[in-house]
């Protein structure tokens, strides 16, 4: 048998599972790092951007690619608003403490779930692609769409890095991440930076709900599993550090894609976990991330 | 704007200042006037209070009761972040750096906190030039002594009306400290006012104008400079020999 073909398939699926993995895992990498709470409900917001891109893209039914573009934009703004509303709503009222942040969050997402069945309903929604191109390999087509996915996570994840890096905001947001107290004295609104932090971790999970319906399909239990590869995300990755959570969701979304190809999709799931329980043994700081050097 | 003996005018004028941690008062009706180009010294023991009064100037601890007038506007109200951008700038207790930041990150916060163009920047980089040389370099990665500069030059870069600095010549060799009395010497003479916090008396009587011991979270006695310079043993009865 010729594995060349086998080997490109299962890369080029782990390639696109790793994209919407790294928007998602980075929206919570980012969020833990910059306000040090773990957002359990973050799942749902992708789950919510699946949803509310379906929801948005069947009120123009005849143009597919229209419908995909406004539900690109739409759904992860309106997503935003709804973290805003969270943060300001409880997070802030329970000053950001960690254990109480989990307990909420976790009752958010139910809510969220619950909201979204009573409004939905319980079955799966197909979203139509906003183009069909067939990639021509020698052995096999594979779908131009998938390879969409990959090119607008990395765009976003390099403007992200870029924005973090060299805007003003960014700059606040990394003095917020490392000493809250002294950022107010220079006058940063660490307030609302918590709440664009968490809007932003929002949309990157809506964002890669959205990308990800047209290939898969919209439900309103989707976000569990993307919050539990995420934390492995995380975690293998370390803690807030956003090289590490991209080299972490390409380590494990590859690994996945080839598990899944070769194997079984359930053994690539437990291999991911096993490597999280190792990461969390023999190198709690993460896979990349350096050793706590805050005294 | 009151015009005091010295000839310098009350930039901030504090009254009744308390400040609590949780239920614990750590500061008790706290009251100072800071005049432009002059330096107020604010003395006294570890956990006497010292931190939590600019702490509550800044307004990062709970301070339910208290006003303070900076240039005859009422900013007790103000957020914790805008308090800053009316020109009053914290060089805090151990610098308190954005240590994963550059040199130069540090300074640009400085810079945002207000719109007032970059001369606050120059004159403390013509201070410490050696902060010109390390602009690239991780704060966290410089000396102890360079530490200080920078917190000091994050702060000078908001052109502040007032400057708060915390033991900034704590762990300091005499050189540093020279280097850091002449900054406030500096601030002093381009019409800042500066309030001092030490634990030093030693460090500080060579550029205080006047002085403040506290104790158990409130101010316990106002020196006069004079007076103290003409018989340092009045300072014994505040605090230990020697500081
Ligand atoms: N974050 C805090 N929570 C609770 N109590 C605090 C906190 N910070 C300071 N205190 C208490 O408030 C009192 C005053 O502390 P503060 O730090 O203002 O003293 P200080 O004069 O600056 O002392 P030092 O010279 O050691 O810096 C102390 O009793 C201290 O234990
Ligand atoms: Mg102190």
Redesign the interface.
């Known amino acids: 048998m010729d594995l060349a073909p086998y080997l490109l398939l299962a890369g080029l699926e782990g390639l696109v599972e790793a994209s919407v993995l790294m928007l998602s895992a980075l929206g919570l990498s980012l969020v833990f790092g910059v306000m040090r709470v773990v957002n359990v409900a973050h799942g749902e917001f992708y789950m919510l951007g699946a949803v509310g891109g379906w929801a948005i893209a069947s009120l123009v039914p005849d143009h597919p690619a229209l419908g995909f573009a406004l539900a690109l934009l739409i759904a992860p703004a309106l997503v935003g608003a709804l973290a805003i509303a969270a943060d300001r709503g409880i997070l802030r009222r329970i000053g950001y403490d960690p254990e109480a942040t989990i307990v909420a969050t976790i009752g958010l997402s139910y809510i969220i779930q619950q909201v979204v069945l009573m409004t939905f309903g319980p079955d799966a929604r197909a979203v139509e692609p906003p183009f069909y191109l067939n990639i021509r390999f020698p052995w096999f087509g594979y779908s131009g769409y998938k390879l969409f996915i990959v090119a607008v996570a990395a765009v976003l994840v390099g403007a992200l890095w870029v924005g973090l890096r060299r805007s003003?905001l960014g700059?606040?947001m990394?003095?917020t991440q490392?000493?809250r107290?002294?950022?107010?004295?220079?006058?940063?609104?660490?307030g609302r930076v918590y709440s664009g932090v968490f809007a932003m971790g929002a949309m990157l999970a809506a964002v890669a709900g959205v990308l990800i319906v047209p290939a898969n399909q919209a439900h309103y239990l989707m976000g569990h599993d993307p919050l539990l590869m995420s934390f492995v995300v995380v975690i293998v990755g370390g803690l807030g550090s956003i090289p590490g959570t991209i080299a972490a969701a390409v380590l494990i979304g590859l690994s996945d894609g080839l598990m899944s190809v070769f194997f079984s999709p359930t053994l690539a799931k437990i291999v991911s976990t096993l490597l999280v329980a190792l990461v969390l043994v023999f190198r709690p700081q993460g896979l990349f991330g350096k050793a706590e050097?805050r005294a | 704007m009151t015009v005091q003996d010295g000839g310098c005018a009350t930039v901030l004028s504090i009254r009744g200042l308390d400040a609590f941690y949780g239920a614990a008062q750590a500061l008790r009706d706290f009251s100072v006037e800071l005049r432009g180009g002059e330096v107020l010294c604010l003395l006294g023991r570890n956990g006497a209070g010292k931190t939590t009064a600019l702490k509550a100037i800044?307004g990062?601890v709970h301070r339910p009761h208290g006003r303070l007038v900076l240039d005859g506007r009422d900013i007790s109200g103000l957020?914790?972040?805008?308090v800053?951008?009316e020109g009053i700038a914290?060089v805090?207790q151990g610098r308190?750096l954005?240590?994963?930041?550059t040199v130069a990150?540090n300074l640009?916060?400085?810079l945002?906190?207000?719109p007032v163009g970059r001369r606050g920047l120059s004159t403390a980089l013509a201070l410490f030039p050696v902060l010109a040389e390390r602009m690239s370099q991780r704060a966290?990665t410089l000396s102890g002594g360079e530490q200080t500069m920078l917190s000091i030059a994050?702060a000078m870069c908001l052109d502040p009306k007032v400057i708060l600095l915390d033991e900034p010549t704590e762990g300091l060799m005499p050189a540093a400290i020279a280097r850091i009395r002449e900054a406030v010497a500096q601030l002093r003479a381009a019409g800042v006012a500066v309030l001092l916090v030490e634990q030093r008396v030693d460090a500080v009587l060579p550029v205080a104008d006047r002085v403040a011991f506290m104790e158990n979270g409130t101010i316990r006695a106002r020196l006069d400079i004079a007076e103290v310079r003409a018989d340092p043993s009045v300072l014994n009865r505040y605090v230990g020999l020697g500081g």
């Open positions: 003003r700059l606040m990394r003095a490392f000493d107290e002294t950022a107010q004295n220079f006058g940063i609104p660490v050097t | 800044m990062t957020a914790p972040e805008a800053p951008r914290h805090p308190r954005f240590s994963d930041l990150e640009q916060i400085g945002n906190v207000r966290g994050r």
